[in-house]
C-alpha cells in the first residue's frame, strides 16, 4: 500500500527556469494539500485541491505559482520563473476526503526545490 | 490566524535520558492538535493526535503528549529515548472546522548512542 508519493526528490533550477513538482496521493485518497517548508520555518500552506478543483488556493503566492489535480494522474505544482526565494522543501499530503478537519493527512517525502 | 511555537530548535540527548518537546498554540477556539515526525530521508508521520477526551494521549514508539488548555499547550514526552528517535518533530494545530493545519518550526532530536 504505496504511501504519498512525490516526485523528484531533489530538483535543481536556474533563476527563470520552471520548475514541476509532483505528488500522487494514497490509493483511495481524493484531496490533496500543498505545503511549504523554508529554511529555519515551519510548513505553510498554500493550496488545496479535489480531483479537477481547487477548493483553497490561499496560500499561492499571487504569481508565478501554480496548482493542478486532473482527473488522472498526479497533482501538480508549478512553479514558473524561478527566483531564489523559491528554494524550500515542498511538501504533499492527502486525506479521503471525509471529515476534512479531523482526518490527519499522510504525507510525502518532499521535494526539495534548489534555485541557483 | 493561529500560531504555533516549538520552543526548542535542536535538541541532544544522550539514549535513555528523557525527551520533553514544548509546543505552544495561539488559538482561542477548539484545535485539534497533532504531532508528526519526519525520520532522516524519510517522510512525515504522524506520531498523535489530540481531538477531545482524556488530554493525555498516547502515540506510537512509546511517545505521549499533554493538552493544557489553560497553558495553550501541547508538550510531546518520551521517558526514555533511543537512537532511532533521531528526527525532526513538528507541532501542528487546526481549528476544530477548518482543514488548514499551521505548523510550528521544528525540533531536531539527536540521540547520541
Known amino acids: 500500500n504505496a504511501g504519498v508519493m512525490q516526485n523528484p526528490r531533489h530538483l535543481v533550477r536556474r533563476r527563470g527556469q520552471e520548475a514541476r513538482l509532483r505528488c500522487s496521493p494514497m490509493?483511495?485518497?481524493?484531496?490533496v494539500y500543498w505545503y511549504r517548508q523554508l529554511p529555519e520555518e515551519g510548513l505553510k500552506f498554500m493550496v488545496y485541491?479535489?480531483?479537477?478543483?481547487?477548493?483553497?488556493e490561499s496560500g499561492m503566492p499571487k504569481e508565478r505559482f501554480s496548482a493542478e489535480f486532473p482527473k488522472e494522474g498526479p497533482s501538480i505544482l508549478r512553479i514558473q520563473q524561478v527566483v531564489r526565494g523559491d528554494s524550500a522543501a515542498y511538501f504533499c499530503a492527502s486525506s479521503p476526503g471525509r471529515d476534512r478537519a479531523n482526518s490527519p493527512l499522510h504525507f510525502g517525502n518532499g521535494t526539495r526545490l534548489t534555485v541557483t | 490566524a493561529q500560531s504555533v511555537s516549538q520552543h526548542n530548535h535542536h535538541v541532544i540527548l544522550s539514549e535513555a535520558a528523557s525527551l520533553e518537546l514544548g509546543c505552544n498554540y495561539s488559538?482561542?477556539?477548539?484545535?485539534?492538535l497533532f504531532w508528526y515526525v519526519q525520520y532522516p530521508g524519510q517522510h512525515l508521520q504522524l506520531l498523535l493526535k489530540y481531538f477531545s477526551g482524556d488530554p493525555l494521549v498516547k502515540g506510537i514508539k512509546g511517545f505521549e503528549a499533554e493538552f493544557i488548555k489553560s497553558k495553550f499547550s501541547f508538550n510531546l514526552r518520551k521517558p526514555s529515548v533511543q537512537w532511532s528517535d533521531t528526527a525532526e518533530y513538528f507541532c501542528?494545530?487546526?481549528?476544530?472546522?477548518?482543514?488548514?493545519?499551521?505548523f510550528g518550526a521544528g525540533t531536531t532530536v539527536t540521540v547520541r548512542a
Open positions: 501542528a494545530v487546526n481549528s476544530r472546522n477548518d482543514y488548514k493545519l499551521s
Open positions: 488559538y482561542g477556539g477548539t484545535v485539534n
Open positions: 485541491l479535489q480531483k479537477e478543483n481547487i477548493i483553497d
Open positions: 490509493k483511495g485518497h481524493s484531496h
